[in-house]
């Protein structure tokens, strides 16, 4: 069974800090997904990252993918109130399986 | 517009109802899926349906009865459920197996008393 861990599971910020939440694992991943979830809402894919050290951005959010793609993580600059939300990790397999992390439930404060 | 609609978005049940559960989407995607959303753990893939056959099953309990009569629509037939089946219910689609993209509904938060 692949298991992803997601640190912290908690956070809480004010507005303008900066923080990175991470996601790990044993095994290895064809890729890596990460997902915002807003409460009442259903999870919505942010980025895919493929290649090991692979970067990705999109405005104040760096998605790295590890060398050796096990592992992963998401840095948010200057955070908002609207970052607020629950970050999931999910990890494909060659086989086409998906699996998710626990998540990292995060609150930005005004 | 989310593209993956699911009704209802809240649902209580006593153990002894039958009850059902609406997923549609519009994206013209072949693949969909229910998954189980608990507090303090990962999502979990119920079932896989992909052109209309269910190609996953994850030892779920016959109590969950999934259907699929084509592939915009999605239905999760509930019955003699038990309160530890309390969760967020949510659908999702993809363009194929490969799960490089899912799109999630809102989901269904079930209460089973």
């Known amino acids: 069974t692949q298991l992803l861990e997601q640190s912290p599971q908690f956070l809480s910020i004010q507005e303008g800090e900066n923080l990175t939440v991470y996601c790990n694992s044993s095994?290895?991943?064809?890729?890596l997904q990460w997902y915002r979830q807003e409460p009442g809402e259903g999870p919505v894919l942010l980025v895919t990252?493929?290649?090991?050290?692979e970067v990705k951005k999109l405005k104040r959010l760096t998605f790295q993918f590890g060398d050796a793609r096990k592992d992963s993580s998401l840095h948010i600059t200057a955070a908002q109130t609207g970052d607020t939300g629950l970050y999931l990790c999910a990890g494909e397999n060659a086989g086409n399986m998906l699996t998710f992390g626990g998540g990292t439930r995060l609150m930005v404060k005004p | 517009e989310t593209g993956v609609t699911q009704t209802p978005r809240h649902l209580v049940m006593g153990m002894t109802n039958k009850k059902s559960l609406k997923c549609e989407q519009h994206?013209?995607?072949?693949?969909m899926y229910w998954y189980k959303q608990s507090a303090k753990k990962p999502l979990e893939l119920m079932f896989v349906y992909n052109f209309k056959e269910q190609t996953e099953n994850n030892s779920v309990p016959s109590r969950f009865s999934p259907e699929c009569p084509n592939s915009s629509h999605l239905f999760l037939h509930l019955h003699t459920l038990q309160p530890e089946d309390s969760a967020l219910y949510l659908c999702a689609s993809s363009h194929g197996v490969k799960r490089e993209k899912l799109f999630f509904g809102s989901g269904t938060q079930l209460s089973v008393l």
């Open positions: 994206l013209g995607h072949n693949a």
């Open positions: 990252v493929v290649t090991g050290g």
């Open positions: 095994s290895v991943f064809s890729s």
